[in-house]
C-alpha cells in the first residue's frame, strides 16, 4: 500500500465530527469524563469473539524466546508486561541492539478480532523486525474479555518509516474490520492518528476533550433546541476550540505538524494545511531545518513550531509580505521569517530581531487596505 494513496481520501472532518457528535447524543446520558466518552466507541457487543488460545501461547512464547535473546534466561512474562494500567507496550527496541532515535509521530490503528489478536500481532511484528525498523505496538490489557475494543492494536512509527509499516499491514488486510471513528480511515481499513512526539499523547484525546467541551457548553446554555440544531451548535463550538488550539478543521485527527512531516517526505500525499505553515515543508535545501530546537538567551529551549506559536511570527511577517531590512535589501516574507528563526538564539524576542533589522513590512495580500508597517 502507497502512502500516497492511503492518505489522499480522507474524508472531510464534518463526517467525522457530526457522527461523533451524534453518537454522543444518542447515548442515554451525556460524557463527563473521557474514558466514558472512548467507552462509547467500543466495537459491539453483538461482534465479541473469543482469544484463541493455540496463537496466544504461540505470541508469548515468542515474545519470551525474543527477549531472552538479550535479557537472559531468567526474564519472564511478567517482565515483559510492565505497562501501563491500560495497555501492554511492545517496543522494537527492547527486543534489539538497536538504539532508539527516532521520533514516534504517527499511529496506526487496527480493529481486529479478539480471535485474530494474536495472530495477526506475531506476524505484523514478525514483518517489522525483518525489515529493520523501530516501532512501538500497544494493545489493551484483556482482562475482561467479554468486550473489545476498535483500537485493539496501535502501532506507533517514526515518519520515514509510515510507508514500511502501511507495506506490511497491507498484507493481513482481510483481518481487519473499519476502524472506529476517533481515528482517520485509511484504505476502509486501517486507522490512523497523530502523536505528539515529546508526551507520546494521541490527538484523539485532545479532540476528545474539545468535543464534550463542545457538547456541554451548548447543552448548558439549552438543551431544548432540535437535535439536528443542537449538532450544527455542537459543531461550530468544536470548531472554534480547534482553530483557538491551532487543530485543522480539514483533518482533525491528524496534527498540522504530521502533515508537515508527511509532505516532507511524501510531497504529492493529497492533505491540506493552514497556508501559514506552508512554508516549512518548502525548505527543500534543509529539510530538517524545521525540526531543529531553538534555544533562547535565557536557556528556553523550545521546537520551531513552538517559537512561531509563541511569538506571532506569522501575524508580524506574513509569509507573502515583502520585507525590505536596514542593509536595503528587500527579501519575501518566507525568507525573512527564515532569518528570524536562524537568529532567535541571539534574541529574546521577534520583536528585538525586527526592531534591528526590519524596515518595512508590506502585506501584499493586504495591499491597498493598510499602509506598510514601518520600523525604525
Not at 507495506?167 to 481487519?176: A, E, I
Not at 470548531?239 to 508537515?260: A, E
Not at 508527511?262 to 493552514?274: G, R
Not at 495591499?367 to 525604525?376: F, Q
Amino acid at each position: 500500500m502507497s502512502c500516497k494513496d492511503a492518505f489522499k481520501n480522507i474524508p472531510d472532518n464534518d463526517e467525522y465530527l457530526s457522527n461523533i457528535v451524534k453518537k454522543c447524543l444518542n447515548n442515554t446520558e451525556v460524557c463527563a469524563s473521557y474514558e466514558s466518552f472512548l467507552e462509547l466507541f467500543c466495537i459491539e457487543k453483538s461482534r465479541n469473539t473469543s482469544v484463541n488460545e493455540v496463537d496466544k501461547r504461540e505470541f508469548f512464547r515468542y515474545l519470551i524466546s525474543e527477549y531472552r535473546k538479550f535479557y537472559g534466561n531468567d526474564i519472564g512474562l511478567s517482565d515483559i508486561l510492565k505497562s501501563s494500567s491500560e495497555r501492554i507496550s511492545l517496543n522494537s527496541w527492547e527486543f534489539t541492539d538497536r538504539v532508539l532515535k527516532e521520533h514516534f509521530k504517527h499511529v496506526l490503528c487496527l480493529n481486529v478480532s479478539l480471535s485474530d489478536l494474536y495472530f495477526v500481532l506475531i506476524h505484523v511484528m514478525k514483518d517489522l523486525f525483518a525489515k529493520g525498523i523501530n516501532f512501538k505496538i500497544t494493545i489493551p490489557y484483556l482482562r475482561a474479555q467479554d468486550r473489545e475494543r476498535n483500537d485493539m492494536i496501535m502501532i506507533y512509527c517514526s515518519t520515514r518509516n509510515v510507508e514500511t509499516v502501511l507495506d506490511v499491514l497491507g498484507q493481513y488486510k482481510k483481518y481487519f474490520g473499519i476502524p472506529g471513528l476517533l481515528s482517520h480511515s485509511l484504505e476502509g481499513n486501517i486507522g490512523y492518528i497523530s502523536c505528539d512526539k515529546d508526551t507520546s499523547k494521541l490527538i484523539r484525546d485532545d479532540i476528545s476533550k474539545y468535543i464534550l467541551m463542545g457538547i456541554n457548553n451548548v447543552l448548558c446554555v439549552d438543551d431544548t433546541a432540535p437535535f439536528e440544531e443542537n449538532v450544527e451548535n455542537i459543531l461550530n463550538k468544536i470548531h472554534d476550540y480547534f482553530k483557538y488550539h491551532g487543530i485543522s478543521c480539514d483533518h482533525p485527527f491528524i496534527s498540522n505538524k504530521n502533515v508537515r512531516d508527511l509532505k516532507i517526505v511524501y510531497p504529492d500525499i493529497e492533505l491540506t494545511i493552514a497556508d501559514d505553515w506552508k512554508f516549512l515543508s518548502s525548505f527543500d535545501d534543509d529539510e530538517n531545518f524545521c525540526f531543529n530546537d531553538i534555544e533562547l538567551p535565557d536557556g528556553t529551549v523550545m521546537s520551531v513550531y513552538e517559537y512561531l506559536d509563541k511569538f506571532d511570527v506569522f501575524n508580524k511577517i506574513p509569509v507573502d509580505s515583502k520585507v525590505l531590512l536596514a542593509d536595503g535589501t528587500e527579501i519575501s516574507g518566507r525568507e525573512c521569517i527564515k532569518f528570524i528563526i536562524k537568529n532567535a538564539p541571539r534574541f529574546s524576542s521577534v520583536d528585538e530581531i525586527i526592531e534591528i533589522y526590519v524596515i518595512k513590512i508590506i502585506d501584499e495580500a493586504k495591499k491597498g487596505k493598510r499602509k506598510a508597517r514601518v520600523h525604525k
